[in-house]
């Protein structure tokens, strides 16, 4: 049996000893035609050969399609018989280039594979709008992957902004279906990035113990949403800078953070609304004695930077769309393009240093730190927050609660549970009618 010859959108393999080579011709027919089809067990020549197919074979392939090509595609891989023969036939398409092999990109040249050189690669990423075409795309998920919690915040929070209409009757598929990020039962990229319970984001911290960066005294890992994780990382700044106690008007005492909390808020939910998730991405905050360093794994717009959007005001140039436009709908972004103006305003004004720099596939925003003037203060617990706010108003509601400390249901929770353990309020009533009894301080 002879399936004839190989093609642009064709490409045939003896077996799966030339993987590493067929996930290359897969990035360059993508690059080409955004579809093609790969056999293993076929002879250059079109001759069936046949194919050993074991009980991981097709697991092993998937694998290696999912961790070499970038963005990630999702093709279909599968065992045929032809002329009494084997083989694996893997069917591919994608509109989201250009398509990377293993960090490297790859055109189709009739049945040939070659390397693009960087103007080739340079004039197809500016002739494609990859902006929404990745966020629109349908996951294989429905609402069972909703982080809930989650959703239901950012609904009150949008609601109480007045940027979104009250819903006679929450619904979460009614929700996410107005914000674009539903789908015939299934959330679309931008939905799962955002809202998603099976933590598709990762976020690294760290701090160290000088500049260098070989001695930290606390790191971590975080996987979570989008939604989540900005809170996760605004809270642990905030946790690991210093705070100076000054006089207010009243003779109160008001703490005041060495760089400006507001700027820092902004600067990360930049790096998770630009961030780009095609790959695999992980977004970065490093704290040394001299600056908090906000790692954007997205690359920075091509001959511009932060402080000429601010500066210009030029028009947003957003990677992400749909998320973007979700942020806004919760007031995390306030307007579009208006960012960087914020935070260089608010830096200008207080006298705080910034800076910026590209990297490799991505690039970060440092600020300084006030390391000689600034006298260390210890943070409110959460519990002590929730309590105080209690103490003011024993009726709040844990949604209430959360807004108001910028921290999660979920974590007020905990607050509540911990305070009612020590026997420092006690529930009164049922859940939807009752209050907080104060008990001690």
């Not at 007045?162 to 009757?169: C, D, E, P, V, Y």
């Not at 579009?336 to 990297?359: L, M, N, P, Q, W």
Request: glycine share 6%; net charge positive.
């Amino acid at each position: 049996m002879n399936l004839g010859i190989e093609s642009e959108t064709i490409e045939f393999k003896k077996s799966t000893a030339e993987l590493e080579k067929a996930v290359d011709n897969i990035a360059s027919m993508l690059n080409k035609h955004g579809h093609g089809t790969v056999y293993f067990g076929v002879a250059p020549n079109g001759d069936v050969t046949g194919q050993v197919v074991s009980a991981s074979t097709l697991e092993d392939i998937a694998k290696k399609i999912k961790s070499a090509i970038k963005p990630m595609i999702y093709p279909e891989i599968k065992e045929e018989k032809i002329g009494g023969k084997t083989v694996v036939r893997v069917d591919f398409s994608g509109s989201e280039k250009p398509y990377a092999s293993k960090g490297r990109y790859y055109k189709r040249v009739f049945d040939r594979t070659e390397e693009m050189t960087p103007q080739e690669l340079k004039r197809m990423m500016s002739a494609t709008d990859n902006a929404s075409l990745w966020e629109n795309n349908l996951t294989r998920y429905g609402l069972e992957a909703v982080d809930h919690e989650a959703l239901n915040t950012f609904y009150r929070k949008a609601v109480a902004c007045g940027r979104l209409a009250q819903m006679s009757l929450y619904d979460e598929a009614e929700l996410l279906t107005g914000l674009g990020l539903f789908e015939d039962g299934f959330l679309t990229n931008a939905g799962y990035y955002l809202f998603s319970n099976r933590r598709p984001v990762v976020l690294k911290l760290a701090v160290y113990v000088t500049d260098e960066r070989i001695t930290f005294s606390d790191i971590n890992r975080l996987e979570d949403n989008i939604y989540n994780l900005m809170e996760k990382g605004f809270s642990y700044i905030k946790e690991h800078i210093n705070w100076s106690v000054r006089m207010g008007k009243d003779t109160s005492r008001v703490e005041v953070p060495e760089i400006p909390v507001e700027a820092v808020r902004e600067i990360i939910v930049n790096s998770f609304a630009h961030a780009d998730y095609r790959g695999e991405s992980e977004n970065e905050i490093v704290i040394t004695p001299t600056r908090v360093e906000i790692y954007n794994p997205g690359e920075f717009p091509e001959k511009y930077t932060p402080e000429m959007f601010a500066k210009k005001q030029l028009k947003s140039m957003p990677r992400n769309r749909v998320i973007l436009q979700t942020l806004y709908k919760s007031k995390d972004v306030e307007a579009f393009g208006s960012g960087f103006r914020k935070v260089y305003a608010i830096c200008e004004k207080e006298g705080k240093r910034t800076d910026f720099s590209s990297k490799y596939g991505g690039f970060s925003f440092l600020f300084y730190r006030d390391v000689l003037t600034s006298v260390k203060v210890k943070k409110p617990s959460t519990e002590a927050e929730v309590y105080k706010l209690l103490r003011d108003d024993p009726k709040q509601t844990r949604m209430q609660l959360s807004l108001k400390i910028k921290k999660t249901v979920r974590t007020v929770q905990r607050a509540l549970n911990k305070l009612s353990l020590e026997a420092k309020i006690k529930r009164i009533g049922s859940n939807k009618t009752g209050y907080w009894e104060i008990l001690k301080a």
